[in-house]
C-alpha cells in the first residue's frame, strides 16, 4: 500500500501562533483528505483535497500532487485546535491510507 | 440529520469471546469500511464493501468479520482469533469513487476483561 509519512509527529504552541502540518506520500493518488481527532475520539474532516489549495476560516491546505505532499496551515491556534491531525491518501475513491498522525498541544 | 451511528461506545469482551460492533449510516453511500485505531497510531483497514453482499480485506483482516446484507449495515465480529482485539474501532461510508470523502462514525472503544 501507500507510505504516508506526516510531520513532525508532535507539536506544542503557544495561544495564537500559527502552524505548518505536512503530508508526505509515497505514490500518485486521487484523494486526499485532512482530519482533526479531538480527545474523545472523533474524527472531523477538514478538508478534502487531492490537488490545489483551500480554506476554512483560519484553516488552509495546499495539495502539491505532482510532488506527492500536502500541508496544512492552521494560523491563530486556539486550544481547542488541540489533538491529532490525520491525513489519510488513497488511489482510488474506495481505499484510504492513513499517517500516523501530529498530535498538536495549544497551551493558553 | 444524515450521519454514522455507531453501537456500542464502550464494549468488554473475555477471553474466547466473540462480540458484534455495530454501524449504521442514512447517508445512502455504497461503500462502508472498517478501520481500528491503537494508541498513538494512525488507522488501518480491516474492511471494506463497495456493495450489498460484497466486502473485501484490508490490510489487518485476521481475526475479523463482516456481513453487508443491507446497505446501511455493516457489522464487525471480532472473534476469538483476534489475540489483541483491545482498540477503539471506527466505522467509515463514502460514495465509492475519486472527488468523494469518507464520513466516520464516534467510534467503539473495545476492551479485554
Known amino acids: 500500500g501507500i507510505q504516508v509519512e506526516q510531520s513532525p509527529p508532535d507539536l506544542i504552541l503557544q495561544e495564537g501562533a500559527n502552524s505548518t502540518l505536512r503530508c508526505n506520500f509515497s505514490d500518485s493518488v486521487n484523494n486526499l483528505q485532512w482530519f482533526h481527532q479531538n480527545p474523545w475520539g472523533q474524527l472531523i474532516n477538514l478538508f478534502y483535497i487531492p490537488s490545489g489549495t483551500k480554506q476554512n476560516g483560519r484553516l488552509s491546505a495546499t495539495t502539491v500532487a505532482t510532488e506527492r505532499y500536502s500541508l496544512l496551515y492552521i494560523s491563530s491556534s486556539q486550544t481547542t485546535d488541540s489533538g491529532v491531525y490525520f491525513c489519510?491518501?488513497?488511489?482510488?475513491?474506495?481505499?484510504?491510507?492513513f499517517g500516523t498522525g501530529t498530535s498538536l498541544t495549544v497551551i493558553p | 440529520d444524515g450521519g454514522i451511528t455507531q453501537s456500542p461506545k464502550y464494549l468488554f469482551r473475555k477471553e474466547g469471546q466473540n462480540v458484534t460492533l455495530s454501524c449504521e449510516q442514512n447517508l445512502n453511500h455504497d461503500a462502508m469500511y472498517w478501520y481500528r485505531q491503537d494508541p498513538g497510531q494512525g488507522l488501518r483497514l480491516i474492511y471494506y464493501s463497495q456493495i450489498v453482499n460484497d466486502f473485501q480485506k484490508g490490510d489487518i483482516a485476521e481475526g475479523y468479520s463482516v456481513s453487508r446484507e443491507k446497505k446501511e449495515s455493516f457489522p464487525l465480529t471480532v472473534t476469538s482469533a483476534q489475540k489483541n482485539p483491545t482498540a477503539f474501532y471506527l466505522c467509515a461510508s463514502s460514495i465509492p469513487r475519486d472527488g468523494q470523502p469518507q464520513h466516520f462514525g464516534d467510534g467503539t472503544r473495545l476492551s479485554i476483561l
Open positions: 489519510a491518501v488513497g488511489p482510488t475513491g474506495n481505499q484510504f491510507y
